[in-house]
């Protein structure tokens, strides 16, 4: 399988294209990567392809805020212009300006 480049970024905040939840990216993966079960959970009639990008979300809906695995053709850019009222953000992003987040500088040796 060849790897496509991913349409949207670290920190960018999208929504899912069927499901009522939007999130902020915090991890992409360039094909499928979670496991087997997880794939299988999936309903097959909405079952994405394996062969594009995955992204890793602090996602949110009204009544919950959870971390989410979705596939890029399930997923839309967020225009509302709102954060994420994900309470691991902080963590990941050290702000927010201008619909997008950005990430916390890393200590490396």
């Known amino acids: ?32 990567a ?15 392809h394996k062969d594009q990008p995955f992204y890793h979300l602090l996602a949110e809906n ?3 805020t959870y971390t989410a695995y979705v596939s890029e053709q399930n997923l839309l850019p967020d ?8 309470p691991h953000a902080s963590l990941i992003f050290d702000g927010f300006q201008n619909g997008q987040y950005h990430l916390r500088p890393r200590v490396t040796h």
């Open 79 to 86: 225009d509302s212009g709102e954060p994420v009222a994900h």
């Open 62 to 64: 009204d009544r919950e």
């Open 34 to 48: 979670n496991t087997e079960e997880y794939w299988l959970r999936i309903p097959e009639n909405v079952r994405p």
């Open 1 to 32: 399988m060849d790897a496509r480049l991913a349409k949207f970024g670290i920190g960018q905040v999208v929504r899912h294209r069927l499901f009522p939840f939007r999130g902020v990216i915090f991890d992409v993966d360039p094909t499928f």
